[in-house]
Nanobody, 115 residues
Framework: VQLVESGGGLVQPGGSLRLSCAAS????????MGWFRQDTGKEREFVAS???????NYADSVKRRFTISRDNTKNTVYLQMNSLKPEDTAVYYC??????????WGQGTQVTVSS
């Protein structure tokens, strides 16, 4: 499974960004897809996930601000990020968990929230 992210960039506090992640390869074995993030000097942390059946989970820090969605026809997952804060600054990684138990990662996309 290969994952390609897009949509990162620089945004002012309070602004919005939408990340996309397109999956290819052995997509029929993908169960859950999601997003993690990692800021400099910190550990990678969970942001949001969505299963093929549509079950969604969010980290407490992004609830009511971020929305994850999935288009199974396009093998793509999205992360709509609203009301962005400086502490949301990080490299955002797309993830895809396969039914085999393997976890796959994208290359990451930088999100910077700064005035």
């Amino acid at each position: 499974v290969q994952l390609v992210e897009s949509g990162g960039g620089l945004v002012q506090p309070g602004g919005s960004l939408r990340l996309s992640c397109a999956a290819s390869g052995d997509i029929f074995t993908i169960n859950a897809m999601g997003w993690f993030r990692q800021d400099t000097g910190k550990e990678r942390e969970f942001v949001a996930s969505i299963t093929r059946g549509g079950r969604i989970n969010y980290a407490d820090s992004v609830k009511r601000r971020f929305t994850i969605s999935r288009d199974n026809t396009k093998n793509t997952v999205y992360l709509q990020m609203n009301s962005l804060k400086p502490e949301d600054t990080a490299v955002y990684y797309c993830s895809a968990g396969q039914t085999t138990g393997q976890m796959n990662w994208g290359q990451g996309t930088q999100v910077t929230v700064s005035s």
